[in-house]
Nanobody
Framework: QVQLVESGGGLVQAGGSLRLSCAAS????????MGWFRQAPGKGRELRAA????????YYIDSVKGRFTISRDNAKNTVYLQMNSLKAEDTAVYYC?????????????????????WGQGTQVTVSS
């Protein structure tokens, strides 16, 4: 089992930036594909970005392409989400998630039901 703890959320003005971190503890971090999701009030969890086990493959939903960057440092057991040019509609609780994969699996995953572990979330509020 792996435990995930997000940090880096906060209040920022529109156009500003935040860098979210997700630190993993427990079992070895690298056999996990990772994703960042958000959940706004009254809505379900929505994928923002995903990254493969090695970090070599990434995926972004259209609305964050060019603004968000997902990355990971397997030596530090940490995945990041750099968020630039933030908009009011980015306001939500952001969660990181981990999916167990085999060593040979270098895919990213976009469906929240495929993930095995979730962090507690960190609030991101963008004021307009």
């Amino acid at each position: 089992q792996v435990q995930l703890v997000e940090s880096g959320g906060g209040l920022v003005q529109a156009g500003g930036s935040l860098r979210l971190s997700c630190a993993a503890s427990g079992r070895t971090f690298s056999p996990y594909a990772m994703g960042w999701f958000r959940q706004a009030p009254g809505k379900g969890r929505e994928l923002r970005a995903a990254i493969s086990r090695s970090g070599g493959r990434t995926y972004y939903i259209d609305s964050v392409k060019g603004r968000f960057t997902i990355s990971r440092d397997n030596a530090k057991n940490t995945v990041y989400l750099q968020m630039n040019s933030l908009k009011a509609e980015d306001t939500a609780v952001y969660y990181c998630a981990a999916k167990r994969v085999s060593v040979a699996d270098n895919n990213y995953y976009t469906d929240d039901t495929e993930y095995d572990y979730w962090g507690q979330g960190t609030q991101v509020t963008v004021s307009s």
